[in-house]
């Protein structure tokens, strides 16, 4: 019986070097263990589109933007790109972000009428000098990068909008309005780490509002070297600890995704008291080995995983 053991590209290298110089290579402390993506929410379809650009060569940088892009052209979803639930004056307005293994990134904030955000957002990275572009001078770049325009504002939407009015009442929900955003984390074959943020925001936020997840550090951060972070949520609490940038530098320190995310969600709630009883926030990290975690303050968040195992959604484990 014969078994094929595959190998990563650097142990190869370091394996040629080895016979070469009549040495014998450095083991590797980190164990490569295959393309995976993971993404906030139960977004199999997206994790799906991910997957399916790591298994076809691509890089980490395009699967994230890839399963991002599915999730903001489901209409039906009223939470990223076209049909997302608007402001309180009927605007649908997106955010998004995205950072490559390079440590490059690349944002938008506050755009109106076009539907990917996320691939706005690597324009921006890839083709400006500038890493965010905000409200009309990000729509006007897009649509000088030939993104058409569009009504985001689908009648569900519209229709949902309209009612709210009627008591404008305005308390966000936990797991429900909070369920606003896709982050999603990539490693690719190289072992390169990715990842992008995208979302209509908060549904009847005040017109203007940001939240976290085009703010890199905040909602998003990736460091080649150590591993990536991405956030869903309350997005003003998430900004006011920097917390995706907090779980790669906890990394970086030792510890754990599962750790990292832990040690951030528990100092928003240290942060906010009482007040965290009424907002969610969740986490989702991966690090250099493959190794991913999550967490959030309250029941009901959970992680999609695709790697060569299958695709698998995962409640995540929480504070409360």
């Given at each position: 019986?014969t078994?094929?053991?595959?190998?990563?590209p650097?142990?190869?290298?370091?394996s040629l070097l080895?016979t070469l110089?009549?040495?014998?290579?450095?083991?590797?402390e980190v164990a490569f263990k295959?393309?995976?993506?993971?993404?906030?929410?139960n977004?199999?379809?997206?994790t799906?589109e991910a997957y399916k650009?790591?298994s076809s060569?691509?890089?980490?940088?395009?699967a994230?933007?890839?399963?991002c892009?599915l999730?903001?052209?489901?209409?039906?979803?009223?939470?990223i790109?076209?049909g997302g639930?608007?402001d309180?004056d009927?605007?649908v307005?997106?955010d998004?972000?995205?950072?490559d293994?390079?440590?490059?990134?690349?944002?938008?904030v506050y755009?109106?009428?076009?539907?990917?955000?996320v691939?706005?957002a690597?324009?921006?990275?890839?083709?400006t000098p500038h890493v965010?572009?905000?409200?009309?001078g990000?729509?006007?770049f897009?649509?000088?990068q030939?993104?058409?325009?569009?009504n985001?504002l689908?009648e569900?939407?519209?229709?949902?909008?309209e009612?709210?009015?009627e008591?404008s009442?305005y308390k966000?929900?936990i797991?429900i309005?909070n369920h606003d955003?896709?982050g999603m984390?990539?490693?690719?074959e190289n072992?390169?780490?990715s990842?992008?943020?995208?979302?209509?925001g908060?549904?009847?936020?005040?017109?203007?509002?940001?939240?976290?997840?085009p703010?890199?550090?905040a909602?998003?951060y990736?460091?080649?070297?150590?591993g990536a972070?991405t956030?869903t949520?309350l997005?003003?609490?998430i900004v006011?600890n920097v917390g995706?940038?907090?779980i790669?530098e906890?990394?970086?320190?030792g510890?754990?995704?599962?750790?990292a995310c832990?040690?951030?969600?528990?100092?928003i709630?240290?942060?906010?008291?009482?007040?965290?009883?009424d907002?969610?926030?969740?986490?989702?990290?991966?690090?250099?080995k493959?190794e991913y975690?999550?967490?959030s303050i309250?029941?009901?968040f959970s992680i999609?995983k695709?790697?060569?195992s299958g695709?698998?959604?995962i409640?995540?484990?929480s504070?409360?």
């Open positions: 019986m078994f094929s053991i595959p190998f990563h650097r142990l190869i290298v370091l080895s110089l009549g040495c014998q290579p450095k083991v590797e295959g393309p995976i993506v993971i993404g906030t929410w977004v199999p379809e997206a799906t650009a790591l060569g691509g890089t980490a940088i395009d994230v933007e890839a399963g892009r999730e903001e052209a489901n209409e039906k979803g009223q939470s790109g076209k639930l608007p309180r009927g605007e307005t997106l998004a972000c995205i950072m293994s390079h440590g490059n990134s690349g944002a938008v755009l109106k009428g076009i539907v990917h955000a691939s706005v690597r324009k921006v990275m890839e083709e965010m572009l905000a409200g009309e990000a729509k006007r897009a649509i000088e030939g993104f058409p325009v569009e985001l689908t569900k939407s519209k229709a949902d909008w009612k709210w009015k008591t009442l966000p929900i797991n309005e955003t896709i984390l990539a490693m690719d072992g390169d780490l990842g992008a943020c995208t979302t209509s908060l549904a009847y936020k005040m017109a203007g509002r940001i939240g976290d997840s703010i890199i550090g909602g998003l990736v460091d080649n070297k150590v972070a956030a949520g997005g003003e609490e006011k995706s940038f907090l790669v906890l990394m970086r320190q510890k754990s995704p599962q750790e832990e040690i951030a969600v528990q100092r709630v240290d942060r906010a008291g009482d007040k965290a009883k907002f969610q926030v969740g986490f989702i990290a991966l690090n250099k493959g975690g999550s967490y309250h029941k009901g999609t695709h790697d060569t695709n698998e959604n409640p995540s484990p504070y409360n």
